[in-house]
């Protein structure tokens, strides 16, 4: 095993009479996400991840069958990312390894001794095996079919369709780097975004005469190029510049952000919309391809907060006044554009908080959205093919890609993915809660019991936090792969007899702009640690929870907030896994620091905003830290740094607090080995089984291992 671990896997079930699965059987169901359908609407392509091995499935009409184009059949942690169909369906370009979340240096976790690269590949749908094409990322194809625009470093170059003829494209300066590259419809330009750090410009260029334009420059942010249908013209986003943009801080209201429309010919822009000041005067996008969609009719439809409520707005491309598509109370988030732009299909929580259902809405308004599912299932991420098909999930079945028919039944493409020993029938249905906060606000929860739980009987507790903090824990598998992880996780834990309380603290989406945005959160004062109060006493109040016996873990953000449960109340809750946990807000600078030769006035409002980011971080308060923890981390983190680990740990040693470590060279925040998910679940489930069989194996000095 690729760690360091003072513990052994003994993964006692001292809660359960006899574990019904494990482990590995709850997390051997394959996680499918990426869905791309083509252009011509007879197929679709969709990632499958199956213990690791990370393959492209597709299916096409009539019967949409899905089968497998790719054979990558090792757990090496290569993702794939990046689909780009051929305009007649018949390939598939993809990329392959790399870090598609932050970029750099290619992650290794699998210690191969090949340095791992980021390369193109094509795959055909008749049969013949993938290949390798080039080096690089994000790839394009022309509508013509015969060339596709892709990133390398940062930079534009071309390749034709059977990997020959590498050319270098565009240019861009050493400080800038290219991305969202957009073929025009009639396949003559590319537009793409050039990020320069404080601002970034809509590039254009036309590889027939090698020229290249940048539109309506200014000191903005423009981003999110979409190309009207005739391919006269583009709209993008210009976000207002600000020279101190903290990140973890409260955006409620700002500049406002617009849309703008230029000519393709001329490079002449205008104003088409601009964002209301007050609430949605900061951008919020969806999950989707576009941030802005150029639908029939001549539309731009759009996401705005104006309500509170992150909603879709449509207005001409010419301007006016903009019209609410999707009102009510819910958050709008997976969003895609029908191929003849005559409809929107959504995902939202509208009627249904803690889950997502797929809704359609009429581009030109006038109509209230139609509801496409409903019920007790979670359907996101929609593909408008010739048929709708989307990705979705329940209590016990992980994400999966189905199918709406012409008839309106619903099935799923490829349902002999899921291994036989997947133990669907013995997971738990969790229960919404509310709980209230130490200071009064009242939070969502997830509740998972342990099966045949009675009256009778007092049971160990288990509170989780998710990462981010900008996520939502759901009422089944989540739609992202490190929370379907999670949740996998805690239905185990809930099989094994703990009682087990997923918290939505603050900060956290589906809830409206302001929950999001929540006053003091962070390291703006931690105020979330009120959540993490209200639900440790929530589960201390119930009678069948044992109240000397409430653990705590989560990841990332929730890492964060275990961290923060320790160290400031080690007398509520007895044990915790942290998994690469924030641990220090001031040593990130990002989230306080004041431009550089500040005036006076400038610099101590740095210090004073890194005082508090220290106050509001569990380093602060490790001195009340008396409960044992076990912390988890891969040492190539590049979203939480591996330092932040190093230092609890010498603050731990000093006091001293027991504590246990399992670390994954190599490994990036969202560990991209699924052994590595299996080995730091088993730990953390043997962790919790040796320190919460009683109440008094607690605060002994750690020993090395």
Not at 194 to 205: C, E, K, Q, V
Not at 414 to 423: I, K, L, R, S, Y
Not at 436 to 444: C, K, S
Not at 541 to 551: E, Q
Request: proline fraction near 6%; charged fraction near 20%; aromatic fraction near 10%.
């Amino acid at each position: 095993m690729k760690a360091l671990l003072g513990i052994a896997f003994s993964v006692v079930a001292c809660f359960a009479a006899s574990s019904s699965f494990t482990i590995d059987q709850v997390m051997s169901a394959p996680f499918a996400s990426n869905l791309v359908a083509a252009p011509a609407g007879n197929r679709v392509a969709w990632l499958l991840n199956e213990g690791g091995r990370r393959n492209i499935w597709i299916a096409e009409a009539p019967n949409w069958k899905g089968r497998r184009v790719t054979n990558f059949n090792a757990d090496d942690g290569q993702d794939i990312a990046d689909f780009a169909w051929a305009p007649d369906g018949s390939y598939l370009l993809f990329a392959r390894g790399g870090d598609f979340e932050n970029g750099g240096e290619n992650p290794n976790p699998d210690w191969s001794p090949t340095k791992p690269e980021q390369a193109i590949w094509s795959v055909g749908m008749d049969g013949t095996p993938a290949k390798k094409l080039t080096e690089g990322q994000a790839p394009v194809i022309s509508p013509k079919g015969d060339v596709a625009a892709f990133i390398r470093n940062g930079q534009i170059f071309t390749v034709t369709s059977a990997g020959e003829n590498v050319k270098s494209a565009v240019v861009e300066r050493s400080t800038a780097k290219a991305g969202d590259l957009q073929w025009s419809p009639d396949g003559s330009s590319i537009a793409f975004v050039s990020a320069r750090g404080n601002h970034s410009f809509i590039g254009l260029y036309t590889p027939s005469d090698h020229k290249l334009r940048y539109l309506d420059a200014s000191v903005d942010r423009d981003s999110e190029p979409v190309w009207s249908p005739d391919s006269s013209h583009l709209a993008y986003l210009r976000i207002p510049a600000t020279s101190r943009d903290f990140m973890f801080h409260v955006h409620r209201e700002g500049e406002p952000w617009s849309i703008r429309v230029a000519d393709a010919k001329t490079g002449a822009a205008h104003e088409v919309f601009r964002a209301d000041r007050g609430p949605g005067s900061l951008f919020h996008g969806v999950v989707a391809d576009h941030q802005i969609f150029w639908a029939s009719g001549n539309r731009l439809v759009f996401p705005w907060e104006r309500t509170g409520w992150c909603h879709l707005y449509s207005i001409s491309a010419d301007g006016g006044k903009p019209m609410e598509l999707t009102p009510g109370e819910g958050e709008v988030e997976h969003v895609a554009l029908s191929r003849d732009g005559r409809s929107v299909y959504f995902s939202a929580n509208f009627k249904d908080i803690d889950r997502r259902h797929l809704w359609s809405v009429n581009p030109a308004g006038g109509q209230a959205p139609k509801e496409i599912t409903s019920g007790e299932g979670i359907e996101w991420e929609p593909a408008p093919a010739s048929a709708l098909v989307f990705l979705a999930s329940t209590y016990n079945e992980a994400a999966h890609a189905m199918v709406r028919t012409a008839d309106g039944k619903l099935q799923p493409l490829a349902p002999e993915a899921t291994p036989a020993d997947f133990p669907a029938q013995s997971l738990v249905k969790p229960q919404p809660v509310m709980i209230t906060a130490a200071d009064g606000l009242q939070i969502h929860g997830q509740l998972f019991l342990p099966p045949g739980n009675s009256n009778g009987e007092r049971h160990p507790a288990l509170v989780f936090f998710h990462g981010g903090s900008r996520r939502q824990m759901l009422l089944g598998f989540h739609y992202m792969y490190y929370y379907s992880n999670a949740y996998s996780l805690n239905q185990y834990l809930a099989n094994q007899g703990y009682i087990v309380l997923s918290v939505n603290y603050r900060s956290g989406i589906g809830y409206g702009l302001n929950f999001r945005e929540a006053l003091h959160y962070g390291p703006a004062g931690a105020s979330e640690f009120n959540d993490v109060i209200g639900a440790g006493l929530y589960l201390k109040s119930r009678p069948d929870v044992d109240a000397k016996r409430i653990g705590v873990w989560g990841g990332s953000y929730g890492g964060y907030l275990t961290a923060m449960a320790l160290s400031r109340a080690s007398d509520l809750f007895a044990a915790g896994v942290d998994f690469h946990g924030v641990h220090d807000w001031s040593t990130l600078r990002s989230v306080y620091s004041a431009p550089a030769g500040g005036n006076p006035a400038e610099r101590n409002t740095e210090q004073e905003a890194a005082r508090i980011a220290f106050e509001s971080s569990p380093m602060a308060s490790v001195g009340g830290w008396r409960s044992p923890v076990l912390l988890i981390h891969g040492d190539d983190d590049r979203n939480v740094s591996f330092s932040q680990t190093v230092m609890l740990v010498e603050a731990l040693r000093k006091l001293p607090v027991d504590f246990e470590e399992l670390i994954f060279p190599n490994e990036i925040h969202d560990f991209l080995m699924h052994q590595h998910w299996v080995d730091a679940y088993k730990a953390t489930a043997d962790f919790f089984a040796r320190r919460l069989r009683s109440g008094t194996e607690r605060a002994q000095p750690h020993t090395e291992p």
